[in-house]
């Protein structure tokens, strides 16, 4: 079955240190995936996207994302936090069943950033 | 300023009445898609449209409906058939499907 897990809830750094926000999948053939984040009551912003290439990504506001083929994984990280990253972070990834034109996004439970001052 | 609108940001209705969520996207995409967002379930798709005067059931369609006359436009309409309707309804679009999506700012529903 296709799936993506986030598999903390709550994720707790201080402002100025390295974040990580983990991210596994499954999915058939290449998987294609993203991260966006949402601020309280607002809509999903993209940040960055995987479909092929070099392993590492980089996207908006300084984040980044390494693909792991072997670990099925997509992590986001930061070098660096700053207060104002708190948020909540969706990982995705394409539905890899549905051939053309009916593809879908599959969405993990959302992961809530806290970045202490 | 490209991007997608979703109006009303706040709706209020009374049990049994329908209500319709208005979309609008000026980036020229051809998929739009519904979500619901209700806390500590993340996002649950409703409907999804790939081209104009075309659109799939998601995964919790029941007591919703849409339509996609025009490529910008994807309302939604909350039934009152739609046993539990008070959520955050988010509407995205991209230029085609399996890729990035984006979003519009979300319309909260209460329904009493």
């Known amino acids: 079955a296709q799936s993506v897990a986030q598999p903390e809830d709550q994720v707790n750094v201080a402002e100025g240190n390295p974040l990580t926000v983990k991210c596994t999948y499954s999915?058939?053939?290449?998987?294609?995936l993203f991260w966006y984040v949402q601020y309280p009551n607002r809509g999903l912003q993209f940040l960055l996207k995987?479909?092929?290439?070099d392993n590492l990504v980089k996207g908006s506001y300084g984040f980044e994302a390494e693909f792991n083929k072997s670990q099925t994984s997509f992590h986001l990280k930061k070098p660096s936090a700053l207060v104002s990253d708190s948020a909540l972070y969706f990982c995705?990834?394409?539905?890899?069943?549905?051939?053309?034109?009916?593809?879908?996004?599959?969405w993990g439970l959302g992961t809530s950033l806290a970045v202490n001052p | 300023d490209g991007g997608i609108t979703q109006s009303p940001k706040y709706l209020f209705r009374k049990e049994g009445q329908n209500v319709t969520l208005s979309c609008e996207q000026n980036?020229?995409?051809?998929?739009m898609y519904w979500y619901r967002q209700d806390p500590g379930q993340g996002l649950r798709l409703i409907y999804y449209?790939?081209?104009?005067?075309?659109?799939q059931k998601g995964d919790i369609a029941e007591g919703y409906s849409v339509s996609r006359e025009k490529k910008e436009s994807f309302p939604l309409t909350v039934t009152s058939a739609q046993k539990n309707p008070t959520a955050f309804y988010l509407c995205?679009?991209?230029?085609?499907?399996?890729?990035?999506?984006?979003f519009g700012p979300g319309t909260r529903l209460t329904v009493t």
């Open positions: 995987y479909i092929t290439g």
């Open positions: 995205a679009s991209s230029i085609n499907s399996g890729l990035e999506q984006y």
């Open positions: 980036l020229n995409h051809d998929a």
């Open positions: 999915v058939s053939g290449n998987p294609y």
């Open positions: 995705a990834v394409r539905d890899g069943e549905n051939a053309g034109n009916n593809r879908k996004l599959i």
């Open positions: 449209s790939q081209i104009v005067n075309d659109f």
